[in-house]
């Protein structure tokens, strides 16, 4: 049963270059969540994507769009990068929307994407 | 927003030692994760337990949603436990809010 999986590992973009993450849920998941972590902080949520609709978005500007597809995985994209971008980018998936306080809400993260912006 | 606060910050123990994170959140939940990120940046799912008490070989994590803390304990510690150990909690949408995590780390 294959986790959620994320490509690619490592990115580096200079400065208003644009990036596309990947991901692909684990197993039997159908909403995928992406956040971004900056050294020395939590995760920060940016959106979640069910039904192939973003259904619910945190505070980050239009640059940051995203897209989910039919067979559930998802993808990120960043537009004009600046050099606060670089962070590592997670995705989570789920099984449950919206949550219903049972153990299937539990989310599971992939490995991350590592985007370096010079 | 729900407001999660970790304690301590950081955290030095001897291998064998046994420790007490804490998590504090602001309003009622009913959906709350820890996890251990190792240096890597794998986030591993360490509990679901949005209330009582749950164990995990050498981990144990208890929830008291009433008083809106939660508890995460470090039996016997291993140097493979060292990493940063966060909490999340969810609205009713799934958007998780994490604490700014615990750095432990486990001194041979």
């Known amino acids: 049963d294959a986790g959620v999986t994320q490509s690619p590992t490592h990115l580096i973009k200079t400065r208003g270059q644009q990036v596309t993450l990947r991901c692909s849920p684990k197993s039997g998941h159908d909403t995928v969540s992406w956040y971004q972590q900056a050294l020395g902080q939590g995760p920060q949520f940016i959106f979640q994507?069910?039904?192939?609709?973003?259904?619910q978005r945190g505070n980050f500007p239009d640059r940051f769009s995203g897209h989910q597809f039919p067979n559930y995985s998802s993808e990120l994209n960043v537009n004009a990068l600046l050099l606060g971008d670089s962070a590592l980018y997670l995705c989570?998936?789920?099984?449950?929307?919206?949550?219903?306080?049972?153990?299937?809400?539990?989310?599971?993260f992939g490995p991350g994407t590592r985007l370096t912006v010079l | 927003g729900i407001q999660v606060e970790q304690s301590p910050p950081d955290l030095i123990l001897q291998e064998g030692a046994n420790s007490t994170l804490r998590c504090n959140f602001s309003?009622?939940?009913?959906?709350l994760q820890w996890f251990h990120q190792n240096p890597w940046g794998q986030l591993i799912n360490l509990f679901y337990i949005p209330s009582g008490t749950k164990q995990n070989g050498r981990l144990s994590a208890t929830t008291v949603a009433t008083e809106r803390y939660s508890l995460l304990y470090i039996s016997s510690s291993q140097t493979t436990d060292s990493g940063v150990y966060f909490c999340a909690v969810a609205d009713s949408w799934g958007k998780l809010q994490f604490g700014a995590g615990t750095q432990v780390v486990v001194t041979p």
């Open positions: 989570a998936s789920s099984s449950s929307f919206p949550f219903s306080g049972r153990a299937g809400d539990t989310q599971y």
């Open positions: 994507y069910y039904e192939e609709e973003e259904r």
């Open positions: 309003d009622s939940v009913n959906n």
